[in-house]
């Protein structure tokens, strides 16, 4: 295909999981100022004309999974939930403005400089979101959860979870030293599974579960650094605030 072509397959190929095709290519098509000129039905013709073969190399090259029918059917919910919710939608799914960087499973490889140890480290972050006009970055997790969304915020306490948060925004300020003047948010996309609804929401993560988070990590690191052992508990004593659900 040509130049423009080829790049208009590889947006397709990264951003389409599964269903009708046409749409996902309009929209990689207008969200890149591809073929403005070009009405919709011409460009579909141009795409299935040129792009198709190439296309179907790039699903071989990936290898991409095969699903069962119930798997297909799970994720089809999942991503029209998460299509359905504004917050979940644009953190997924929105444009990247200018002066915007978005990356999704970015792997984080650190050395940590809390204990003197200089221990090596590594995370991933699901979606990361760096404004650089703004001097903003928005740190966002995956999870699901078995019971209602009304009470994952529990599931969020048991597991952690702010910890996680925490310690991951610490790597990345340690990989990028650019945006440790950067303001940081911090949020969460829980998809519960314990019914066929497969509901989606977005929670907003308060400064207070953070700080909490950071403690607990500068301790398990020095923990660890000496050698003892780290010992975990699931008896919960710090509830500084509610989440908030947006």
């Given amino acids: 295909p040509s130049a423009m072509m080829g790049q208009l397959v590889d947006a397709v190929n990264d951003h389409h999981l599964f269903g ?11 969200a890149n100022n591809w073929y403005k000129t070009m009405k919709d039905d011409t460009l579909l013709k141009k795409f299935h004309k040129e792009g198709t073969e190439y296309l179907q190399l790039l699903k071989i090259g990936t290898e991409k999974t095969v699903l069962t029918s119930n798997q297909k059917s799970l994720l089809e919910r999942c991503v029209a939930n998460l299509q359905a919710n504004p917050s979940t939608n644009e953190a997924l799914f929105g444009v990247v403005a200018d002066g915007c960087e978005r990356f999704k499973e970015l792997e984080l490889f650190w050395k940590e400089g809390c204990t003197g140890s200089e221990m090596d480290c590594k995370g991933m972050i699901d979606i990361c979101d760096i404004n650089h006009t703004r001097k903003h970055v928005i740190i966002t997790d995956f999870k699901t959860t078995g019971k209602s969304l009304g009470e994952y915020p529990r ?27 950067y303001t940081f948010e911090y949020r969460v996309i829980a ?53 908030d659900m947006i």
């Fill in 20 to 30: 009708e095709l046409d749409g996902e290519i309009l929209k990689q098509a207008r």
């Fill in 191 to 243: 998809v519960e599974t314990a019914t066929s609804i497969n509901e989606a929401r977005m929670f907003e993560i308060q400064s207070a579960w953070i700080l909490e988070g950071i403690k607990e990590y500068l301790k398990y690191l020095k923990l660890i650094a000496e050698g003892r052992r780290c010992n975990w508990s699931n008896d919960f004593m710090f509830a500084p605030t509610k989440l």
């Fill in 155 to 181: 599931a969020f306490e048991y597991w952690r979870t702010y910890r996680q948060l925490a310690y991951y925004g610490y790597g990345l300020m340690c990989m990028r030293p650019e945006l440790v003047n």
